[in-house]
């Protein structure tokens, strides 16, 4: 009986490890697709941070790039409607596409972008 029990929990325990690696593994790609369709050239990315967002199910990245430290990008992908959204940070501020500050970071989000936003 024990024995059943503890094949059950191990069972469990390898499926939700899975599916935790398998989501973040969506998550991380989908947010470089966005990031590429953005326009940050991968080369002047000085820093980056993924990691799981406090919610189950959405995963974040922050970038910062060169030259501008004291600006960044933030990327966070909910994985039950599979959409990656955009925040950015200028000064201190959190701003998003309809901020009159978004034009303070280095990189503008590009068209293709912007039309996903719609």
């Known amino acids: 009986m024990n024995c059943i029990i503890g094949s059950i929990l191990i069972i469990s325990a390898l499926s939700v490890t899975t599916y935790y690696f398998y989501q ?3 998550a991380e790609r989908e947010i470089d697709l966005y990031i590429a369709d953005y326009g940050i050239p991968s080369k002047e990315i000085s820093s980056e ?3 799981l967002a406090f919610k189950y199910g959405r995963f ?3 970038i910062i ?3 501008d430290p004291d600006n960044y990008y933030g990327f966070t992908y ?3 409607n599979k959409r990656v959204d955009f925040e950015g940070n200028v ?5 998003g596409f309809v901020s009159s500050l978004i034009s303070k970071l280095k990189y ?3 068209e293709k972008v912007k039309n996903m936003e719609k």
Do not use: M
């Not at 000064?91 to 701003?95: A, I, K, L, Q, S």
């Open 24 to 26: 973040k593994h969506v």
């Open 49 to 51: 941070n993924f990691g």
């Open 60 to 62: 974040y990245k922050t």
């Open 65 to 67: 790039v060169k030259n």
């Open 78 to 80: 909910n994985s039950k």
């Open 91 to 95: 000064y201190g501020n959190v701003v």
């Open 108 to 110: 503008q989000p590009s």
